[in-house]
């Protein structure tokens, strides 16, 4: 089992950035598939960005290619998610979410362990 916490969530202006981290505790960090989603208000939770045990695969949504970037430490068990050119639209909670087989996806019923979120926020 895996345990997650997010942080780095904030509110910034359309354009800026914003680095989330989320850090994994528990059994062996990089036996995971990792990714992110996110949930804005009244909207159901939906993919961003995922990335492979290694690190050497990811795949994001299309609203955010060229402007997101997911990675990971293994060292650190952390995985990231910068975030650049913001746009109102990226105003959501973010989670942080664990895939035990390794199996990169962008199903959400396929992550089994969740983080609880953090929110980012962008003003127009």
């Known amino acids: 089992q895996v345990q997650l916490v997010e942080s780095g969530g904030g509110l910034v202006q359309a354009g800026g950035s914003l680095r989330l981290s989320c850090a994994a505790s528990g059994s062996t960090f990089s036996s995971y598939a990792m990714a992110w989603f996110r949930q804005a208000p009244g909207k159901e939770r939906e993919f961003v960005a995922a990335?492979?045990?290694?690190?050497?695969?990811?795949m994001y949504r299309d609203s955010v290619k060229g402007r997101f970037t997911i990675s990971r430490d293994n060292d650190k068990n952390t995985v990231y998610l910068q975030m650049n050119g913001l746009k109102p639209d990226d105003t959501a909670v973010y989670y942080c979410?664990?895939?035990?087989?390794?199996?990169?996806?962008?199903?959400?019923?396929?992550?089994?362990?969740w983080g609880q979120g953090t929110q980012a926020a962008v003003s127009s």
């Open positions: 979410a664990a895939e035990r087989s390794g199996i990169l996806t962008m199903r959400l019923i396929n992550y089994d362990y």
């Open positions: 990335i492979s045990r290694s690190g050497g695969t990811t």
